[in-house]
């Protein structure tokens, strides 16, 4: 079945730092969807990439989807503390099925 | 405008026993599906409501059964609870917009221990 595989598993960085997530998939994805997950929290959505090869930021978030709409990046610059969280993708190849990542967690040095 | 709301928040069960996990949706959502979260790992989708019926199923035994209202709420229910059913159950709601996948709100979860 359908696997989304999500790369580092954590990342601990000096605040003002640049940090990357990176996520793949075994199936060509219809779209896919960021998240982030404060500890002790729920995920709450960031942002939703549809077509191939698109490039959408936010402030200092920079989200991209491959070419090949298989793989995924969440790119933060000069990060902060209250960047702090675990950052899952989700996909879904053509189906109504959600499927997470494992989720990189953030630690961020003050 | 209240967002998604689970309940209970925390609930202890013995191993074989059955529990039911509710949710009301945002307002102005029709769909709703649950997850299943284990510590450290990302959510599991388990099933997708739709006016009512499952839209799709992820693989999740026949324990796992679920419900909607008319009012779009939602029950999630286990059967012959087992340890490894202890995890953060999630319900998240998202409007019905043709497309296979919009924006989902998560609920705060409903922390599930199993003993």
């Known amino acids: 079945g359908q696997q989304v595989m999500q790369i580092p598993q954590y990342q601990h960085v000096q605040e003002g730092e640049d940090f990357t997530t990176y996520c793949n998939s075994s199936t060509t994805l219809s779209n896919i969807q960021w998240y982030k997950q404060r500890p002790g929290g729920h995920p709450v959505f960031l942002i939703q990439l549809v077509k191939s090869g698109e490039v959408k930021k936010q402030k200092r978030l920079t989200f991209q989807f491959g070419e090949a709409k298989k793989n995924s990046s969440l790119h933060i610059t000069a990060t902060q503390t209250t960047d702090v969280g675990t950052y899952f993708c989700a996909g879904t190849d053509s189906s109504y099925k959600l499927i997470f990542g494992s989720g990189t967690r953030l630690l961020v040095r003050p | 405008d209240a967002g998604v709301t689970q309940s209970p928040t925390h609930l202890i069960k013995t191993r074989g026993q059955q529990v039911t996990l509710r949710c009301s949706p945002k307002s102005g959502h029709d769909t709703v599906s649950w997850y299943q979260q284990a510590l450290g790992q990302g959510p599991q989708f388990i099933f997708q409501?739709?006016?009512?019926?499952?839209?799709q199923r992820g693989n999740f035994p026949d324990r796992f059964s679920g419900h909607q209202f008319p009012n779009y709420s939602s029950e999630l229910n286990v059967n012959a609870l087992l340890l490894g059913d202890s995890a953060l159950y999630l319900c998240a709601s998202s409007p019905n917009t043709g497309s296979l996948n919009t924006e989902a709100f998560f609920g705060q979860g409903t922390r599930l221990t199993v003993v």
């Open positions: 409501y739709y006016e009512e019926e499952e839209r």
